[in-house]
């Protein structure tokens, strides 16, 4: 077996126990705007910051703008990706056509194309580590991220072997080109507010 089927198996096994973790987190008082996730069966709970609102919002809107209003876009949903108890609550999903959540309401990691995550001072070192690396394991074509403290957009594509092979970086107020990706389109940064 390989490290990336081992990871994938990782995941269908920890399932139980993230749906336990989650059924407790959900019965916590947290306030409103607070985002909780598992990422290595670590609890993270980040609030919701106007800025990072802002750039969740311009980058669901371009998805919507080039594939209308039913395309299926998710945002700080669970979504089971390979590794030790990851429960990801990506800050912007997108799915492939026809995807369906399983009989227990889940999403399926094999049919996100696309993910985008803004970073958190408190949790930036997830998304650019293992949250990157458990992405690539899943074989996710696109990850994003987009870091209003640097001003810059990491573009990162073409997995393989449980990390990604390309990685592009563009400062604020450029042009995310992901026209041959599977987006097909061109991501303006120029109103991305900054940290």
């Not at 390989?2 to 399932?15: E, F, G, K, L, Q």
């Not at 709970?45 to 371009?62: A, D, L, V």
């Not at 299926?72 to 990506?90: A, Q, T």
């Not at 990850?143 to 563009?170: M, N, S, W």
Request: aromatic letters at 8%; charged letters at 30%.
């Amino acid at each position: 077996m390989t490290v990336v089927d081992d990871r994938i198996a990782m995941a269908d096994i920890s399932t139980e126990r993230l749906d336990e973790w989650f059924e407790r987190l959900e019965r916590m008082p947290v306030p409103e705007g607070i985002r909780a996730e598992i990422v290595g069966g670590n609890v993270y709970m980040t609030p919701q910051r106007s800025t990072h609102h802002k750039i969740i919002r311009r980058i669901e809107r371009s998805i919507e703008d080039r594939f209308g209003m039913d395309v299926e876009l998710l945002s700080d949903v669970r979504i089971d990706f390979p590794g030790h108890e990851n429960g990801f609550c990506p800050d912007v999903a997108k799915l492939r056509d026809g995807a369906k959540q399983d009989e227990t309401g889940h999403w399926h990691h094999k049919d996100v194309e696309f993910v985008a995550e803004v970073i958190s001072q408190g949790t930036a070192a997830n998304d650019y580590g293992p949250k990157r690396l458990a992405y690539a394991a899943a074989e996710v074509p696109l990850y994003l991220i987009a870091d209003p403290y640097q001003g810059r957009c990491h573009i990162f594509t073409h997995p393989k072997d449980g990390d990604y092979t390309i990685e592009t970086r563009v400062a604020f107020g450029g042009e995310l080109d992901l026209t041959g990706t599977v987006l097909g389109l061109t991501l303006r940064t120029d109103a991305f507010p900054r940290d």
